[in-house]
């Protein structure tokens, strides 16, 4: 079985019941839910205008290959009402591959590790909270140095 670290994200909506719906459709239809960070409301990245996040990360265990993950949480995010209007935009629901395995996958439309991870006070915070001594295959570095490291200064607190 091979561990995926996923990172949830709300800015729309009851923020809340979008987590939670999320991991309903994760553990329905890809693996069931391991272990889970604590929800934590952030900045919004990126678009700075944007209504503040909840953000959580959470770890499965699964042998479903990347690709099929990837398309299975894509599929989510759109039941679930997303619309992908703008870059870094609101949204209902977003769900990020942050790892799979110690797999590095460099393809046009998944790219693991996830290829901001490290610039983000938002991921690191809950994925540290899981998974301090995580490596990063490409970093070369574990979750806790890469927080330490972090020059992210949005306010991140856990909820």
């Not at 959580?56 to 989510?76: D, E, G, M």
């Not at 490290?118 to 809950?126: A, C, G, K, S």
């Not at 020059?151 to 856990?158: A, C, G, N, R, Y």
Request: charged share 30%; proline share 5%.
């Amino acid at each position: 079985m091979i561990d995926v670290f996923l990172l949830l994200g709300s800015n729309l909506g009851n923020r809340k019941l979008f987590l939670d719906k999320a991991i309903e459709h994760i553990s329905a239809e890809i693996a069931s839910v391991e272990k889970a960070s604590s929800i934590y409301e952030t900045q919004s990245w990126g678009k700075t205008d944007e209504p503040d996040y909840l953000n959580q990360v959470i770890l499965i265990k699964t042998n479903k290959p990347a690709r099929v993950i990837l398309q299975k949480v894509l599929n989510i995010e759109q039941e679930l009402g997303r619309v992908r209007e703008a870059k870094w935009g609101s949204r209902v629901i977003d769900i990020d591959i942050l790892f799979y395995g110690d797999a590095v996958i460099d393809e046009p439309d998944l790219k693991v590790p996830h290829p901001q991870l490290h610039n983000r006070r938002f991921t690191l915070e809950p994925l540290n909270e899981l998974a301090p001594k995580l490596f990063h295959p490409v970093l070369r570095k574990n979750i806790n140095q890469l927080k330490t490291e972090l020059t992210d200064s949005l306010i991140v607190k856990k909820i």
